[in-house]
């Protein structure tokens, strides 16, 4: 009985311990000392009123990306035709989708002429909309080696409600950025608010 006892404890902590290591995604592997993410320069305040009907809202869409950002490791551009990773560095989800989160709080913190904010929507929102949808193509979110600078290069497309559509390259480069986790993170948030800013400025014309 002793024993059974014994086995039960050991394999309740084993069980707690491997639950662990799956919430944190990491396969087992040793945990970085932080996950990275994404926080908007600029945030619609608490109780902030938007405004908007389905005609004229805003639905920001998951940016498309290659293969090396669908992950939630950091690029870094070693040569002309070589990656890769940073390590001990992670997003705390894939970057496509922390950048979508920027682009729409940055849009909503965007104030109207008449005051309150934007009606802003996410893909992931179910909501019928038939206004403007701002997708587009994330082509560089990470750390390149030669020049020691982070780049955040994003390919807008907006599409408006009567089907016309407009396209702008983004890009925000912060130079002078040492190869450790806590320096990137920090930089690519800088350069990806930067981003953010440009597009909305673009998106209120």
């Known amino acids: 009985m002793i024993q059974t006892v014994k086995s039960l404890r050991f394999a309740t902590v084993t069980a707690a311990a491997l639950v662990l290591s799956g ?3 990491l396969g087992g592997g040793k945990a970085p000392p932080s996950l990275l993410s994404l926080t908007p320069a600029k945030s619609a305040p608490a109780g902030a ?7 004229t809202a805003i639905m920001v869409m998951e940016p498309d990306t290659d293969k090396r950002l669908a ?8 040569s002309a035709s070589s990656i890769a990773y940073l390590k001990d ?3 705390v989800e894939r970057p496509a989708r922390l950048f979508r989160g920027l682009l729409a709080e940055t849009l909503r913190a965007q104030p109207l002429p008449g005051g309150g ?3 802003v929507l996410e893909d992931d929102q179910a909501a019928p909309l038939i206004g403007t949808r701002l997708s587009g193509r994330l082509l560089d ?5 030669r020049e020691m600078a982070v780049v955040v290069r994003f390919d807008a497309f907006r599409t408006g409600p009567s089907g016309e559509v407009a396209t702008r390259r983004f890009e925000s480069v912060v130079s002078g950025v040492s190869a450790k986790p806590d320096a990137v ?3 690519l948030n800088r350069a990806a608010n930067d981003v953010a800013g440009q597009v909305a400025e673009w998106m209120a014309q």
């Open 49 to 55: 009123v938007a405004f908007g009907t389905g005609a």
């Open 71 to 78: 992950v939630q490791r950091v690029p870094v551009q070693v």
């Open 117 to 119: 904010g934007r009606l």
């Open 89 to 91: 560095a992670l997003w």
């Open 185 to 187: 993170g920090a930089a």
């Open 23 to 25: 919430c944190l995604g």
């Open 141 to 145: 979110m990470g750390y390149d080696a």
